[in-house]
């Protein structure tokens, strides 16, 4: 009988046991496993000239497609207006309506009155609205517009009117997602990858994602397809490394359609809002330390060479944006110690970084040197508003003061000169004082070629100088470019004008204005200018069109945004010839105020280019082109180099 008892004990022993062990399976499965949870994607989208001129937006919105999302957990709701028109059948140019995307694309949820989106009170309702009619686990928020850097994004086309970091901040601050963050901000836009962007946005998400540099968006590809790829697991750091991935694809065509010689210069990166606090704090802590009235010829050098985003590439000045990780090395030996605390915090902030050479590491500063004078006032006195980076602000501001109160002048007309011409050199040598050397920043120099008619013809304007003790050179072997007519042997080329844009140790970039014709009869004539943009590969020596711009853009073909060659019959090369000596054969800094234009029509099928050094059968002249720590300009004496 106790022996029966004990076989008892031992099975009801052995149920609890099975059953605790059940019970912690479901425990664990409910805890430690992937749950499911619901999303919405938020798109406050302000399509402006993007879209009216070229589709850019609608573009992008196609790429959503409702089957191959996970349409049941992730919501997309889309805001659309700001735009003279829109390329697609949904959105109406006279309203600001509010979308949801449904099986058969996006269905209008609320008609709205055309609104400002640039106005906070605009985006901080939209924001309501989708808090209230859409209750979800996470929630994220795309930006989709033109961006300005601190100045803000969403600039409206119909208003003229931007949002602006503060009206950001407090259409988030006032709406009904203060007491709830978001999950990721992603800017679809230009130059909004800046600490201050993440100052005033790290209250109110866990990620910003966003771009250092100027964007890139066309009508045959789109970004916003990462969002079919959205899983309900997907951390704030995966959507945002989804978008990523999505815009590199994007550039990757873009590459391939114009040039596999280099690449689009693009970033994108994924900052942690959570660690923006100990950036800020330790970036005051440092800058604190250093007297710029005492440094002002030194931090004035190193701001001067930095890269600056939109203005390098694009020749925008306005912005005045730098990398920030790339401005605390160069000024890190102030304090070592507080240097590398910043660019520390720094990495931890920037949990993920693409860029597509070493200018950049994630996050972007304001730094104002090369905008004009009334821009910089107007930033700067947007910069007072920012939260917590006080001690920057002085800094940049006694920078500012003192670059624009500083009247000294430099004169480098009458500098010692030194030319070396052989088959493997042709440089160009400036010896400059110890004065010179203690104001010198940066410099530039332009080649010409004499016409032996009165005339000049400058065929190159080169970056590539150095500064070596007191010995400013240039080596300018190599940088004449010709144009062949391959189908007349007996045509001998013609030398172009070639503006250096970016260098790099495997290839030059270039452009070169020319004019693209087409004559079919004397009622159907096209002639377009342009800008050319070539590629010179420093292994293979040899040069390609990368790309042609229409200096009108009106003339660019609906969901355009560069030329197809092939609709064209010839295109005409040429340039200015000047008169760069006055009276006296003194060189004139404003020789290019006036010229002559002459070139040479060849069939487009036949061009051919060729590099080449200065040829005997003209004499050359070369000039540097000098700016100091104030950032103004000057010019050597002209020396004639053969």
């Known amino acids: 009988m106790i022996k029966k008892s004990n076989n008892k004990k031992i099975i009801l022993f052995s149920i609890i046991f099975v059953l605790i062990i059940i019970a912690i399976l479901l425990t664990y499965n409910l805890i430690f496993k992937d749950k499911e949870v619901s999303r919405t994607v938020m798109i406050?989208?302000?399509?402006?000239?993007?879209?009216?001129?070229s589709g850019l937006a609608s573009t992008d919105l196609k790429g959503i497609d409702y089957d191959k999302m996970d349409n049941k957990n992730v919501k997309v709701i889309l805001i659309a207006g700001g735009s003279e028109k829109w390329n697609n059948s949904f959105i109406d140019e006279d309203e600001t309506s509010i979308f949801e995307l449904k099986e058969d694309g996006f269905e209008k949820v609320k008609t709205q009155k055309l609104q400002n989106m640039g106005d906070e009170n605009v985006f901080k309702n939209y924001l309501d609205y989708?808090?209230?009619?859409?209750?979800?686990?996470?929630?994220?928020l795309i930006f989709w517009n033109h961006g300005g850097a601190i100045y803000g994004s969403q600039m409206d086309e119909i208003s003229d009117d931007i949002l602006s970091l503060n009206e950001m901040e407090n259409g988030l601050k006032n709406s009904k997602f203060h007491n709830k963050k978001l999950e990721v901000i992603i800017f679809r836009t230009c130059l909004n990858g800046?600490?201050?962007?993440?100052?005033s946005l790290e209250d109110y998400a866990d990620y910003l994602v966003a771009s250092e540099e100027v964007t890139y968006g066309t009508p045959f590809t789109n970004v916003l397809n990462f969002i079919n790829k959205i899983e309900t697991t997907d951390s704030s750091y995966d959507v945002g490394y989804k978008f990523i991935e999505s815009y590199k694809d994007h550039i990757k065509t873009l590459k391939s359609t114009y040039s596999n010689d280099s690449d689009i210069y693009s970033t994108y990166s994924i900052v942690n809002l959570n660690k923006i606090k100990y950036l800020t704090e330790s970036l005051n802590e440092f800058i604190n330390v250093i007297n710029v009235k005492e440094n002002y010829k030194e931090i004035s050098r190193i701001r001067s060479n930095l890269y600056q985003y939109a203005y390098t590439q694009s020749d925008s000045a306005d912005y005045d944006m730098v990398d920030l990780?790339?401005?605390?090395?160069?000024l890190k030996k102030y304090d070592e110690n507080k240097a590398k605390k910043v660019l520390n915090n720094i990495e931890n902030a920037v949990e993920y970084n693409w860029a597509t050479n070493n200018n950049s590491r994630g996050i972007s500063i304001y730094f104002p040197y090369n905008a004009d004078k009334n821009v910089k006032k107007l930033f700067l006195n947007i910069y007072s508003n920012f939260k917590n980076l006080?001690?920057?602000?002085?800094f940049i501001n006694t920078f500012y003061s003192i670059q624009n109160q500083n009247d000294y002048s430099y004169s480098f007309s009458n500098n010692k000169v030194d030319v070396n011409i052989s088959n493997k050199e042709a440089d160009f040598k400036l010896e400059l004082t110890d004065e010179q050397k203690d104001g010198f920043a940066k410099a530039k120099y332009i080649v010409f070629r004499d016409n032996k008619d009165g005339y000049y013809h400058p065929i190159y304007i080169g970056t590539e100088t150095n500064l070596n003790g007191n010995i400013l050179s240039a080596n300018i072997k190599d940088r004449q470019?010709?144009?062949i007519d391959k189908a007349d042997k007996s045509f001998n080329g013609y030398i172009l004008t070639l503006i250096e844009s970016e260098t790099s140790n495997d290839y030059i970039k270039y452009n070169t204005s020319v004019i693209l014709q087409n004559f079919k009869d004397f009622?159907?004539?096209?002639?377009?200018?342009a800008q050319m943009n070539l590629i010179l590969n420093r292994k293979t020596n040899k040069i390609s069109i990368n790309n042609v711009i229409l200096n009108n853009k009106e003339n660019l073909k609906p969901n355009s945004t560069s030329v197809d060659l092939n609709e064209y019959k010839n295109i005409a090369f040429g340039s200015f010839k000047y008169k760069i000596l006055d009276d006296n054969g003194n060189y004139k800094t404003d020789w290019n105020s006036n010229g002559i234009y002459e070139g040479v029509e060849i069939d487009v099928k036949d061009i051919d280019f060729k590099i080449q050094n200065l040829d005997d059968e003209y004499d050359y002249y070369c000039v540097f082109m000098i700016k100091d720590i104030n950032n103004k300009t000057y010019y050597s004496k002209l020396i004639k180099m053969n």
Not at 44 to 53: F, I, N, P, R, T
Not at 194 to 199: I, K, M, S
Not at 523 to 529: A, E, G, I, S
């Open 390 to 394: 006080d001690k920057y602000y002085n």
């Open 194 to 199: 800046t600490l201050e962007v993440a100052n």
């Open 130 to 140: 989708v808090y209230t009619n859409y209750k979800t686990d996470k929630y994220d």
């Open 481 to 483: 470019l010709k144009v």
């Open 325 to 330: 990780y790339n401005l605390i090395t160069k």
């Open 523 to 529: 009622n159907d004539y096209k002639m377009d200018n």
């Open 44 to 53: 406050y989208m302000v399509g402006a000239d993007l879209e009216s001129k």
